[in-house]
């Protein structure tokens, strides 16, 4: 991919000067200035769809076993009313309020008023005070990177409790997990809220929001880049990967617990489930400060997508398999364990190490070695909104030159280890290989479309030579 972060987008307007400027978005990067019929049918689908969907899984759980078919044959075959559903579904309680707020509450003050140490002692690691990519509109904007610290305290925290301590039971997320769901949801559309009625009348930086005059489409994509409150509590980099990833682990630690309480011990198949969802939770803290530098930054607004998305969406349906696992304790044999745990790591082994070429290439601006050799490269030139032309190189070795998105390749077989390990009883732990395919081949061709408006004929040339996306041979 491009040496350098793709950050050159076109100036952003205010509402009342939106002359629609985009002759120059060459490489546009971002939400839209105008939203289509296409993308807002999709936006209100999702707005309407999104919270049931989370809503009919928990449920399928709770009172069905985890089928995805019975709720609905249920209530066709007229055993059951819709009403006879919500009456069983459990109501958010005091503790499960009360249990949320101190869980974010602590996720704030770890954030913000415990600056980072690990980076003083870990070697490799980048933490502390780092630079993100420069804004639309210019701006350059500091980041305390701390979330590695706050995964360990938490979960330090979390064994300290379960081993010596005994102030609440290991297996209270599971216990409270439908009333944590409706608190969930409440600050997920409170924030999501409270980010579009600041983006309207007091943003962190005016130029760099952006408003189609449409409600729904700016409420779910986001009218401003980076809100913040004061200097370092920036919405997005919190929101993104705390509470909700923090969180993910925690959950299916308490998952393991509760099938311990109700089976008598902790299958593999759970193991497995835990081991390689961690490894990809501590990726993502290990490389927080990289993280700076991804679409999620870089490009996303700050709306409802990524506000009840990551507060609700994000630790309710990516933790599906551990929940599973609770009404289906699967034993694995050894083989097959063997077979999952293999894939797991040699997708994270291909996501990891493609991202590592490729920031090494950034960062050396070509000068380095991909698998022993001096890499080989496309020169292209682009032209910026502001009419000035920059020079880049794309990347065409190492996992480069076998696919154009290897890296997401390797996620998703990760994500399909994580779903084998449930055996093959039932549907429902298939949806999250299911979602993220759907989800990277959406953003693969997004990202394309992106890269072929910028780099014109030298995307095409980048093609020719790297001809398959996802699969070689294949996609």
């Known amino acids: 991919m491009a040496t350098k972060s793709l950050h050159d987008g076109p100036q952003t307007r205010s509402p009342g000067s939106i002359a629609h400027s985009r002759a120059a978005t060459q490489g546009q990067w971002g939400r839209a200035w105008e939203a289509d019929c296409f993308s807002l049918a999709g936006v209100v689908c999702l707005l309407l769809f999104a919270p ?6 928990v449920l399928a759980c709770d009172q069905y076993s985890c089928s995805l078919t019975a709720p609905v044959l249920d209530v066709a075959t007229g055993h059951a009313r819709l009403s006879d ?6 109501s958010v309680t ?5 249990l949320y707020i101190l869980w974010v509450t602590f996720q704030v003050l770890l954030y913000v008023a415990l600056p980072d140490f690990c980076h003083k002692f870990l070697p490799g690691y980048v933490g502390g005070v780092q630079e993100g990519a420069v804004t639309p509109a210019g701006v350059v904007n500091k980041y305390e990177i701390n979330g590695l610290q706050a995964w360990l305290i938490t979960h330090l925290v979390w064994l300290a409790n379960s081993h010596f301590l005994s102030w609440f039971s290991p297996t209270i997320i ?17 924030v999501s809220t409270f980010a579009m009625i600041k983006g309207y009348f007091f943003p962190t930086c005016a130029e760099d929001c952006k408003f189609t005059g449409n409600f729904f489409y700016n409420y779910m994509m986001g009218v401003e880049f980076n ?7 920036d919405f997005k980099l919190f929101f993104n990967g705390r509470p909700g990833i923090v969180a993910w682990t925690l959950i299916n630690l308490s998952f393991a617990a509760k099938q311990r309480e109700l089976h008598g011990q902790v299958t593999n198949a759970m193991v497995l489930v835990n081991v390689l969802q961690a490894i990809y939770v501590l990726d993502f ?6 993280y700076l530098k991804t679409i999620d930054i870089c490009h996303d607004h700050f709306g409802w997508y990524l506000g009840w998305g990551d507060c609700v969406w994000l630790p309710y349906l990516y933790t599906l398999q551990g929940l599973y696992l609770v009404y289906h304790p699967v034993q694995l044999s050894t083989p097959y364990a063997a077979g999952v745990l293999l894939l797991g790591l040699l997708g994270y082994y291909i996501f990891r190490m493609a991202n590592h070429q490729k920031d090494l290439f950034r960062r050396t601006d070509g000068r380095c070695l991909i698998w022993g050799r001096k890499p080989k490269v496309i020169e292209c030139v682009y032209t910026s ?4 032309k920059h020079h880049s190189k794309l990347l065409v070795s190492g996992f480069w030159g076998v696919a154009r998105h290897l890296n997401y390749t390797g996620d998703l077989m990760g994500s399909l280890a994580y779903c084998l390990a449930c055996g093959g009883g039932h549907l429902l732990p298939y949806f999250y290989v299911v979602y993220m395919a759907i989800l990277l081949t ?9 890269c072929a408006n910028k780099y014109g004929r030298d995307w095409e040339r980048y093609t020719a030579a790297v001809p398959h996306r996802l699969l070689p041979g294949v996609f």
């Open 174 to 190: 599971f216990d409270n997990w439908i009333p944590l769901l409706w608190c969930a949801n409440g600050l997920g559309y409170a």
């Open 227 to 233: 809100p913040r409150i004061g200097k370092w509590f």
């Open 52 to 57: 049931f969907l989370v809503y009919y899984f």
């Open 94 to 98: 005091k503790e499960a309020a009360q």
């Open 285 to 290: 803290f290990w490389n927080e400060a990289w």
């Open 385 to 388: 909104a502001d009419g000035q």
């Open 442 to 450: 959406h953003r693969c061709l997004r990202d394309e479309h992106r």
């Open 85 to 90: 559903i919500w009456a069983r579904t459990p």
